[in-house]
């Protein structure tokens, strides 16, 4: 069962037919469960990729370079499906959510990770799903249930065990926490701004547009970008351009096509697979290991998340 989406201003709607959005109870398709378990396997290796790779790229440059190869990708496939461009107002939140989060939050994770391990990185990163969860009940009306606001707290004193095992170590790695949570808050305003933008866009454009926005904003980089590319191995540079294809064009693309067909909140909270999936890859790859401090508090978040999955009577 579906129900209409009226049409917003700007929209090409009088002649169109309408865009449709799932009922609350409707079943979502197998593509869009697809989409989520794509977006999660892609994501949790661009943790491991960044951390790989990190040697030999600085952080504006890889967002910049990890950008450009997503770009070039990613519009082969849509500019020839373009038909409207935004205008006016329209460019206000892709603006906003390609500043915040394709670079904002690419390069604060980029430097985080030259600090802190990626399973480690992964876990703080994923306090996101509740700030979104929050965000969207108080901006897109999907509510703000009881166990919502339990599930939230008992999940930031996850990111506080974290912290805690990390200041442990040494001062860089606070930073890094901070960083990581910096990310984390860009992350989420963008994933609301961006939620709107996808009744009138296709994932891909949305998407598009957003990358094209931050790549201009780390254009600054591009002078470092060169140089490191001439500098770094060949695995290196191959490692940036994945960063590019997988978990940016594609899997970024496959997260907005799962935002337009799932309320946010419930979205984001599937991205708590996210981290144990990075520590997985990260053991295959790397062989790193969080710390058991990071281990424990990384388990209470994802306790803390499935509190918000339950249901007030």
């Known amino acids: 069962m579906t129900t209409t989406t009226p ?65 070039v990708v990613l519009g082969i496939v849509v500019l020839p499906t373009l038909k409207v461009w935004p205008s006016g107002r329209e460019w206000l939140p892709i603006v906003a959510y390609g500043v915040m989060w394709f670079g904002g939050y690419n390069v604060a994770l980029n430097a985080a990770e030259h600090m802190l391990d990626a399973g480690t990185s992964a876990m703080l990163i994923n306090v996101s799903p509740i700030l979104i969860a929050i965000l969207a009940g108080v ?11 339990i599930g939230s707290g008992v999940a930031f004193c996850g990111v506080a065990m974290i912290a805690l095992g990390s200041g442990q170590r040494s001062t860089a790695d606070v930073a890094g926490v901070l960083l990581c949570l910096l990310a984390a808050v860009l992350a989420s305003v963008s994933a609301i701004l961006q939620k709107p933008v996808l009744r009138k866009f296709t994932a891909g454009q949305a998407t598009w547009f957003g990358i094209m926005v931050g790549a201009i904003c780390c254009l600054p980089w591009t002078g ?71 281990l424990i508090g990384g388990v209470i ?8 999955r339950r249901r007030t009577r």
């Open 139 to 149: 901006f897109l009306k999907e509510g703000f249930p009881r166990w919502l606001l």
């Open 301 to 308: 978040c994802l306790v803390g998340v499935g509190l918000t």
């Open 224 to 294: 470092q970008l060169i140089s490191e590319v001439q500098a770094a191995p060949l695995p290196a540079t191959l490692g940036l351009v994945y960063l590019g294809i997988f978990p940016t064009a594609i899997a970024f693309t496959t997260w907005a096509y799962a935002l337009s067909l799932i309320s946010a909140g419930k979205l984001a909270a599937t991205t708590y697979l996210v981290p144990g999936t990075t520590i997985l890859i990260s053991w295959a790859v790397l062989q790193e290991v969080p710390t058991i401090w990071g």
């Open 7 to 71: 049409a917003e201003p700007g929209q090409p709607s009088p002649d169109l037919p309408p865009r449709t959005t799932p009922a609350p109870g409707a079943t979502i398709s197998k593509l869009g469960i697809a989409a989520v378990i794509i977006t999660v396997v892609l994501w949790a290796s661009a943790f491991v990729g960044i951390r790989a790779v990190g040697p030999s790229f600085s952080p504006g440059s890889l967002t910049l370079g990890r950008l450009a190869v997503a770009a």
